[in-house]
């Protein structure tokens, strides 16, 4: 194989990683011209695609969490490019590549280079772009507030083990959500706009999302009362809540909150009492695995009302 360039934006914090070095250098020995570009403070990511495009790179690797690959993909399609993505997962959580069958390990991921790209869609709120999942609500928060450290330690676990340490600030949030043939009004503990599944280290907020069928899945968890009372009980005897949802599949919905509404992008914090969130069809080429569970054409689809 001759001829094929790339270009890794890896997190800094990834620098001395072994498997990552070595992921690279047997890729390079395969005919595949790598080019590293690290990540040093906020709007690097960003910086680095730019560069790279008018470098006229093709072919960008995101190699880190999901911040990372948000930035990335942002970036990406706000420049309108043809170039392509290729995930790494170097993160807590890598959500997104957990839910799209994209390997953990280095070497693997990087074997999806050789995998066509195929276009996924995009979510867009505000004139911010997300990959994944928008979540809102004490889940939010939990993601918000665990340390650096913690996951270190625990891994995904982290953010589990920080929702049950904070309980005695569990509250609700009210809120009112509009889409076509749409309407729900209410206070809620947890919700998802999703264009991947699961988030906040594994939690499958959206399920049956998927990522190129131009939709973004909503789900909601409502707070009547008595499911506040009882929710730590369900979470620490491991019982499911699934029932419990409200789950649409939308092009678009509107948030409306009085007080506002404390909102996870991605790993990005963000806050607004009217937003619009939106899904941008096709608007990434991504090289993800055939069987990915995160496209249509793996799967018969039924459609919630």
């Not at 395969?30 to 690097?44: H, M, N």
């Not at 890598?94 to 050789?114: C, H, M, T, Y």
């Not at 994944?132 to 609500?137: D, I, P, S």
């Amino acid at each position: 194989m001759t001829g094929h360039r790339a270009i890794l934006i890896l997190h800094g914090k990834q620098a001395l990683n072994e498997d990552v070095r070595s992921a690279v250098a047997q890729k390079r020995d395969e005919g595949w011209q790598i080019d590293v570009r690290l990540t040093w403070e906020g709007g690097d990511a960003q910086r680095l695609v730019t560069e790279a495009l008018a470098a006229g790179h093709t072919q960008v690797i995101a190699g880190g969490g999901d911040g990372t690959l948000r930035d990335i993909a942002e970036a990406l399609a706000l420049a309108e490019t043809d170039a392509e993505l290729t995930i790494m997962p170097l993160g807590t959580a890598n959500d997104f590549a957990r839910a799209a069958g994209v390997p953990l390990e280095p070497k693997e991921a990087l074997d999806l280079l050789d995998v066509p790209a195929r276009p996924i869609d995009l979510g867009e709120v505000d004139g911010r772009v997300f990959l994944n999942m928008a979540t809102g609500g004490f889940g939010s928060q939990v993601t918000a507030n665990t340390s650096e450290d913690l996951k270190k330690v625990l891994g995904g676990a982290a953010y589990l083990f920080t929702g049950l340490t904070r309980f005695s600030e569990l509250s609700t949030a009210y809120g009112e959500l509009n889409g076509p043939d749409f309407h729900w009004r209410g206070d809620l503990l947890a919700l998802g706009i999703g264009n991947g599944r699961q988030a906040g280290g594994g939690h499958l907020l959206c399920p049956t999302a998927f990522a190129d069928d131009g939709l973004l899945d909503i789900s909601i968890l409502p707070a009547p009362q008595e499911l506040v009372s009882t929710l730590r009980g369900l979470l620490e005897g491991g019982l499911g809540i699934d029932n419990m949802f409200i789950r649409a599949r939308l092009p678009w919905v509107e948030l409306k909150s009085a007080q506002g509404l404390d909102i996870n992008l991605d790993g990005e914090p963000l806050k607004g009492e009217n937003l619009r969130f939106s899904a941008r069809p096709g608007a990434l080429h991504v090289h993800l695995p055939a069987h990915s569970e995160l496209f249509t054409a793996n799967h018969t689809i039924s459609r919630p009302d």
